[in-house]
């Protein structure tokens, strides 16, 4: 999951990219596109040795290690004592509460249906804009409407059904990772560039490490002590392309690329994701869930297109 309001706004000053960018730009939109969207698939392999908020918890804290380190060595500004506040408040809610909590959601629920279900975070963050002040256009207002009737469709399916603890997780995450979308871009920004993600996983990282030793699950870590070579892969994948290149690839976007371009992964990511659930994990993705995943899609493309529609009037 991305910022999606911060990449609706923050690439709308930049005017087309030259030619010479194209080999770049599409290397990004593969990174962006592949990448995260099997990130789903790889915390599902990972959960095998590494429980939920552990394995995030390790996932962030040696992501944004790197990246620090990455930027004391370039020698970029590091974030302000205000900005290690936001970072924390931020990282709390978008890693702490909302990667641990998708994590715990795999546990139940297949995880090309939990990328669908993510997807309907612009349609949070939208109301929650609306909620603050925000006030939505009609095609922004009618893709709300659609995601949320897709999003009732999806858990009326076998899978979500037949999961209640898996649902409430899923449920839990995408809320608190719309509100700390809507608080960085407003209220508490983080510091610019690789040194505000950096900050936001150290941060995030360590509630989600305190929260993984709060459950005791240390104790479920060294029972699967020594980890399956499988999902020692996963979590290094997580880690460095997960983390670190979709990151960068992602920054890169937002520099470079307009809004639609840069945000277009949200539609990619939950196809991604079924199909390589499918196909390695075995999951089962019934009739109507394949519906239910269109009218949410079809909901988020709206509202961006809303979103474009509203600001190339600004």
Known sequence: MANYDE??????????????????????????????????????????????????????????????????????????LREWRNAAVIGTLMLGGGMGL?????????????????????IMVSALGAVLGQRPRRMEFLGMALGLAGVLML???????????GLACIAGATSL???GSVLSTTRLPLASGP????????????????????????????????????????????VVFGSLIAFSAYLYLLANASPAVATSY?????????????????????????????????GVFLIFRGKSATDARK
């Open 195 to 238: 040194a505000g993600f950096a900050s936001e996983m150290l941060c995030g990282g360590a509630v989600l490490m305190a929260i993984s030793l709060a459950l005791g699950e240390h104790h479920q870590a060294l029972s699967h002590w020594p980890a399956q070579p499988t999902a020692v892969m996963a979590w290094l994948y997580l």
């Open 7 to 80: 990449a609706m706004s923050a690439a709308i000053s930049f005017p087309s990219p030259p030619a010479r960018h194209a080999p770049r730009l599409i290397l990004a939109l593969l990174a962006c596109y592949f990448v995260w969207g099997s990130t789903y698939l790889a915390i599902r392999l990972a959960l095998v040795s590494f429980p939920p908020f552990f394995q995030m918890g390790t996932r962030f804290l040696t992501a944004g290690i790197l990246l620090m380190a990455w930027v004391r060595i370039r020698g970029h500004k590091l974030p302000g």
């Open 177 to 179: 990772w719309s509100l």
């Open 155 to 165: 858990v009326q399916g076998a899978s979500f059904a037949a999961a209640p603890v």
């Open 102 to 122: 998708v994590a715990s959601a795999e546990v139940h629920i297949g995880s090309g249906l939990i990328a669908t279900f993510i997807a309907v975070v612009p």
């Open 266 to 298: 949200a539609f990619v990511n939950p196809l991604i994701a079924i199909f390589l659930g499918a196909f390695f994990a075995g999951e089962h993705v019934t009739g109507g869930e394949w519906t239910a995943c269109g009218v949410i899609l079809t």
